[in-house]
């Protein structure tokens, strides 16, 4: 046997080989085992590949998206138009049998038309998916012998936590809970046989209505992202190495502003499988409530946030100012948002330009606790991270005496 029929083979083998076959398994490099039987055994995993490059190979590991691409997967608002499905006719039949002339009306009713349903999935993180027409299923119309339409199935729609249904402007569902669902139009009824309307006065009656139309709505779908926390900074303040270097999110990091264009989620995980969600929010730049940089699209992902994590660049002259023109961004954008528990974050502190800064920023804060940080050495981590968990359980008996459950992750 040659070597040629034996790299066909996908099994481990034992096989007699010559002195001429021992010197052509040596030169391509099988491995050969001494035997009882014979001379020599080869034993080798033969592959259809050369066994040069006949390698161990791990699995393929996906690639990472760049942030332009992931923009591209990312979409937070949706324009879309649902129709219920339309209920099945009715249908007008007499009853037929041998020696049985009046047999009567056995027309069936039809079955009604499937709704259009918004169902909330916990794996699903944009409104990517949703197209902008939905129409529900059609019912079946009835038959003869009294047999009625079946009732069409429901039509689902998968959206995200954190999704705001509008119409008109006019919030008429919020979906914030996994499972949770909303009848985005209702199917139309089926309509009537013959047989329903049969009665003392009209022994025959020959009347059958069709199915009624489904409802037709036009919604504004609006993601906002559930995050216990937000960092708030302006561009490259160090948001999104913050967020690498305390959860295992992996936004985007370059030296040049905006690098980050979609909000990223990152899952702090505590040794009492206690976690907390940090929110990395694109940057904020003044004037953002009138619609200024990225305006006021990412400002909306801001209102679910529970307490607010203000990151300001300590290596830039004044960072105090920072803060100020933040809150009123917030401020401006609705009242009371800059107003909920907070933490005040400096990052950059390894450059040596920031700890002036620091000192000067510690005079301006009166008000607050301001944590210096730097995600390059992991600087002040650990106590970041033990007042995120602070600001957690807070948020957690705010909770239990307004009697409303607290968002898990």
Request: hydrophobic share 35%; charged share 25%; with cysteine.
């Amino acid at each position: 046997m040659s070597i040629r029929l034996i790299l066909s083979l996908r099994k481990w083998i034992p096989l007699q080989t010559s002195a001429e076959g021992v010197r052509s398994c040596r030169r391509v490099g099988c491995r050969l085992l001494a035997d009882a039987d014979c001379s020599h055994t080869l034993s080798r995993n033969f592959t259809v590949s050369c066994l040069k490059y006949a390698k161990a190979r791990g699995v393929r590991k996906k690639k990472q998206l760049s942030e332009k691409k992931l923009t591209q997967h990312f979409v937070d608002q949706q324009r879309v138009t649902v129709t219920g499905g339309k209920g099945g006719d009715g249908t007008c039949a007499f009853h037929s049998e041998p020696r049985k002339e009046f047999g009567g009306p056995d027309g069936g009713n039809g079955g009604d038309g499937g709704h259009v349903i918004l169902k909330v999935a916990q794996q699903v993180k944009s409104l990517l998916g949703i197209k902008s027409y939905y129409r529900g299923i059609d019912g079946e119309a009835g038959a003869s012998k009294n047999c009625y339409g079946k009732n069409a199935a429901h039509t689902y729609l998968l959206v995200p936590i954190g999704t705001v249904v509008k119409e008109d402007e006019k919030v008429v569902a919020d979906l914030s809970r996994h499972g949770e669902e909303y009848v985005a139009s209702y199917g139309g009824l089926g309509g009537k046989g013959n047989r329903f309307f049969l009665s003392n006065e009209n022994r025959a009656p020959t009347l059958a209505t069709p199915g009624e139309e489904g409802e037709q709505r036009v919604l504004q779908l609006e993601l906002r992202t559930m995050a216990h926390g937000g960092m708030v900074g302006f561009p490259n303040a160090g948001k999104s190495s913050l967020l690498r270097a305390i959860s295992n999110a992996q936004p985007a990091v370059a030296d040049y502003p905006f690098t980050t264009l979609t909000p990223h989620v990152g899952v702090i995980q505590y040794q009492d499988f206690e976690q907390i969600a940090v929110a990395d929010i694109p940057g904020i730049i003044s004037g953002a409530h009138e619609n200024k940089g990225l305006g006021i699209s990412f400002l909306k992902h801001i209102e679910r946030c529970r307490f607010l994590l203000f990151v300001l660049d300590l290596s830039s002259a004044e960072p105090w100012q920072q803060l100020e023109s933040l809150k009123y961004e917030l401020e401006q954008y609705e009242k009371g948002l800059s107003e909920r528990p907070f933490c005040v974050i400096g990052s950059k502190i390894d450059i040596p330009e920031s700890k002036a800064n620091f000192v000067l920023l510690q005079e301006k804060i009166k008000h607050g606790r301001l944590i210096p940080v730097s995600a390059l050495t992991g600087e002040n981590i650990e106590e970041l991270l033990m007042h995120l968990r602070e600001l957690y359980d807070g948020y957690l008996e705010n909770t239990k005496i307004d009697g409303s459950t607290p968002v898990k992750w």
